[in-house]
Structures are given as structure tokens and as C-alpha cells.
Nanobody, 126 residues
Framework: QVQLVESGGGLVQAGGSLRLSCLAS????????MGWFRQTPGNEREFVAG????????YYVDAVKGRFTISRDNAKNTVYLQMNSLKPEDTAVYYC???????????????????WGQGTQVTVSS
């Protein structure tokens, strides 16, 4: 079983940047495909970005394409989400998740992920 801890959230003005980190422990990160999701009050948790176990495949939801970049450093057991040109509508709790799958593809549905972090708040002011 893997444990995930997110960090890097905070308050930023519109147009600014943040980098979220997700540190894995318990098992090596290279075993897993990873994803970032976000959730606002009263709404479903939605997929934002995903990366396969080797980093060769990345997938983004349309709303963040060109602004967010997901990456991973398996040697450091860490996945990152670089968020640029932030907008107020990016405000949410951001969660990282691990999918016990070593393939080419990236899962985009919440129920395809096996492990979750506790989340980190990102607030973008206008």
C-alpha cells in the first residue's frame, strides 16, 4: 500500500503560479500511474491531469491544457503539478492519486485510482 501526501497549495493572485508536490511512501512510485484531481464544495471530484508510470504519457483536461504540467521523479518518489496562468476557477482542493497500473495509458476516472492523498487547498484571487 502507498501513502500520498500533497503539498504546495496556497493563495495566489490570478495569473500567478504554484507547484504542487505529491510525495509517496510505503511503495516505490514507479509502480503506479498518477493523477491529479480537484474538488470544489458541492461538486464531484474531477480529473485534472495524469501521467503513466514511466512518464511517457501525459493527459490533461481541456480546461488546464497549456497552463498545467504534470511530471514525476520516480527516484524522489514525487509527482508534481506545475500550475501557471492560474484563474479564479482553478480554486479547489487538489488531490493526487495512484493507479496500480503499469501501462501506456492514463486513467481519467476517479474510480480507476486506488490510493488518495488528503488534498491541498489552492485559492486563486481575482
Amino acid at each position: 500500500q502507498v501513502q500520498l501526501v500533497e503539498s504546495g497549495g496556497g493563495l495566489v493572485q490570478a495569473g500567478g503560479s504554484l507547484r504542487l508536490s505529491c510525495l509517496a511512501s510505503g511503495r516505490t512510485l514507479s509502480r503506479y500511474a498518477m493523477g491529479w484531481f480537484r474538488q470544489t464544495p458541492g461538486n464531484e471530484r474531477e480529473f485534472v491531469a495524469g501521467i503513466n508510470w514511466s512518464g511517457t504519457t501525459r493527459y490533461y483536461v481541456d480546461a488546464v491544457k497549456g497552463r498545467f504540467t504534470i511530471s514525476r521523479d520516480n527516484a524522489k518518489n514525487t509527482v508534481y503539478l506545475q500550475m501557471n496562468s492560474l484563474k479564479p476557477e482553478d480554486t479547489a482542493v487538489y488531490y493526487c492519486a495512484a493507479d496500480d497500473f503499469r501501462g501506456v495509458g492514463v486513467a481519467t476516472k476517479r474510480n480507476e485510482y486506488d490510493y488518495w492523498g488528503q488534498g491541498t487547498q489552492v485559492t486563486v484571487s481575482s
